[in-house]
């Protein structure tokens, strides 16, 4: 499965970005910067480094090293590698889904449990602590909760939201559907429209904070008849235009920050 979060939007320029990032502490900067240059990276992964730019994510999302920090949907552990580093001296990183959404992560900690020893896994989103996270993160997810329908993407954020803290932030990056284009397309394209995600985070009791634009793409045109999948890492399509999806890149994404609300 996929998965997609909820945050809030007021910054859309790439200026905007870059005073949010250029904003974060020095040392948060420089503890995520080592944590992606962490030798126990896999090399495929750091080469989507351009991509998905993490440094500046994580720092938008504002996760600090001493966060409780839960991952829902990690996947095969893409940002697990960054995470479980930075969070390992004064963190603490939970990675949560249904059981078959964990292999990934399960691996990688078989593999190098001196790296990933400390990582909880949580079978089941109802399994980790009420109220006990600084941080929520998913990353290109929602779209696989909106494939089982509204409902299954609004248990999730609202799982979410019982997670947190008062005051605790959701950290959401999604492929983007242009606002424009017709919502069914949210159920086979791969992409979500940006007022779908926030609208399953405040159903659930968020609040927007802002919104980035460090994963945006232009050149993703978001219309493709094998969905978001025709572009890199999947490149659905093989050999057939190949050079032209690479040439795209990987998808135009939504980055979101919201806040579970004090009171």
Same mark, same amino acid.
């Given at each position: 499965?996929?998965?997609?979060?909820?945050?809030?939007?007021?910054?859309?320029?790439?200026?905007?970005?870059?005073?949010?990032?250029?904003?974060?502490?020095?040392?948060?900067?420089?503890?995520?910067?080592?944590?992606?240059?962490?030798?126990?990276?896999?090399?495929?992964?750091?080469?989507?480094?351009?991509?998905?730019?993490?440094?500046?994510?994580?720092?938008?999302?504002?996760?600090?090293?001493?966060?409780?920090?839960?991952?829902?949907?990690?996947?095969?552990?893409?940002?697990?590698?960054?995470?479980?580093?930075?969070?390992?001296?004064?963190?603490?990183?939970?990675?949560?889904?249904? &059981?078959? %959404? $964990?292999?990934? #992560?399960? =691996?990688?900690? *078989?593999?190098?449990?001196? !790296?990933?020893?400390? @990582?909880?896994? &949580?079978? %089941? $989103?109802?399994? #980790?602590? =009420?109220?006990? *996270?600084?941080?929520?993160? !998913?990353?290109?997810? @929602?779209?696989?909760?909106?494939?089982?329908?509204?409902?299954? =993407?609004?248990?999730?954020?609202?799982?979410?939201?019982?997670?947190?803290?008062?005051?605790?932030?959701?950290?959401?990056?999604?492929?983007?559907?242009?606002?424009?284009?017709?919502?069914?397309?949210?159920?086979?394209?791969?992409?979500?429209?940006?007022?779908?995600?926030?609208?399953?985070?405040?159903?659930?009791?968020?609040?927007?904070?802002?919104?980035?634009?460090?994963?945006?793409?232009?050149?993703?045109?978001?219309?493709?008849?094998?969905?978001?999948?025709?572009?890199?890492?999947?490149?659905?399509?093989?050999?057939?235009?190949?050079?032209?999806?690479?040439?795209?890149?990987?998808?135009?994404?939504?980055?979101?920050?919201?806040?579970?609300?004090?009171?």
């Amino acid at each position: 499965m996929r998965q997609t979060i909820a945050v809030l939007a007021v910054a859309t320029t790439a200026v905007a970005v870059a005073s949010v990032a250029v904003g974060a502490p020095q040392t948060q900067r420089s503890a995520l910067k080592a944590a992606t240059e962490a030798s126990t990276r896999t090399p495929a992964n750091k080469a989507r480094d351009p991509y998905r730019h993490p440094v500046e994510t994580l720092a938008f999302f504002g996760v600090q090293p001493n966060h409780t920090v839960v991952e829902i949907f990690p996947g095969g552990g893409w940002y697990t590698e960054i995470l479980a580093p930075y969070l390992s001296a004064k963190g603490q990183l939970w990675v949560a889904a249904p &059981a078959g %959404g $964990l292999k990934g #992560v399960q =691996a990688l900690i *078989a593999k190098d449990a001196k !790296t990933y020893g400390k @990582v909880k896994v &949580a079978t %089941g $989103l109802e399994t #980790v602590p =009420a109220n006990s *996270a600084d941080v929520v993160l !998913t990353f290109r997810n @929602v779209h696989n909760w909106r494939f089982g329908g509204q409902d299954a =993407a609004q248990q999730v954020f609202n799982a979410a939201f019982r997670m947190l803290k008062p005051g605790g932030t959701l950290g959401v990056v999604e492929h983007r559907l242009p606002e424009s284009r017709d919502a069914a397309a949210e159920e086979k394209s791969g992409y979500m429209k940006t007022s779908s995600v926030i609208g399953f985070a405040k159903a659930a009791g968020f609040e927007v904070v802002g919104q980035s634009e460090v994963n945006a793409n232009p050149k993703d045109t978001a219309d493709y008849p094998d969905g978001v999948w025709t572009l890199p890492p999947v490149l659905r399509k093989g050999d057939v235009d190949r050079a032209k999806y690479v040439a795209i890149g990987e998808s135009d994404r939504m980055t979101v920050r919201f806040r579970k609300p004090k009171k």
